[in-house]
């Protein structure tokens, strides 16, 4: 069990014995690209991996937006992020309403951890403060679901 510093939430990865082997990092470099743990980011969703789905989850081939928490790696080759997903209003059960940006995301509590291979680039993500509607140019928001 593992209990985030900046989480009141308390959750399990499994297999365990892996990810507490693996080393920590602050940071990833890949196809010239350098992501920070706190930073967003565009994944793909399961690349083809079996896996059984989040009831939220949108096609596996759009790539969703998502937070890094935390870097480990084994070695070069098999380096892995947690990550909590940001989803769009209509991709939740409620789906889009009358009260939601045109650029909102909704952070979840929805937790996974990814091999960086999935990672398609860096995005700027800003957190939204209160109904303030943002032009087309801004980047895009979120809010944190109650």
């Given amino acids: ?3 985030s510093p900046t989480m009141t939430t308390v959750f399990s990865i499994q297999p365990e014995s892996i990810w507490d082997s ?3 990092y602050h940071n990833f470099t890949m196809n010239g690209g350098h992501y ?3 930073q967003y980011a565009m994944f793909l969703r399961h690349q083809g991996r079996p896996k059984e789905r989040h009831p939220f989850d949108t ?6 937006i998502a937070r890094i928490l935390e870097i480990r790696a084994k070695d070069r080759q098999n380096v892995y992020a ?3 997903w940001l989803y769009r209003p209509e991709d939740l059960s409620g789906g889009r309403q009358i ?3 045109n650029r909102e995301l909704i952070a979840t ?3 996974e951890i990814v091999d960086v291979l999935r990672c398609l680039g860096l995005v ?3 957190h939204l403060a209160g109904d303030i509607e943002s032009p087309k140019t801004a980047p895009l928001q979120f809010h944190l679901a109650s």
Avoid: A
């Fill in 99 to 101: 009260h939601h940006g």
């Fill in 109 to 111: 509590n929805h937790m």
């Fill in 36 to 38: 920070s743990v706190h």
């Fill in 59 to 64: 096609d596996d081939k759009i790539p969703s």
């Fill in 22 to 24: 693996s080393k920590k």
């Fill in 82 to 84: 947690r990550i909590y």
């Fill in 124 to 126: 700027e993500v800003t």
């Fill in 1 to 3: 069990m593992y209990q």
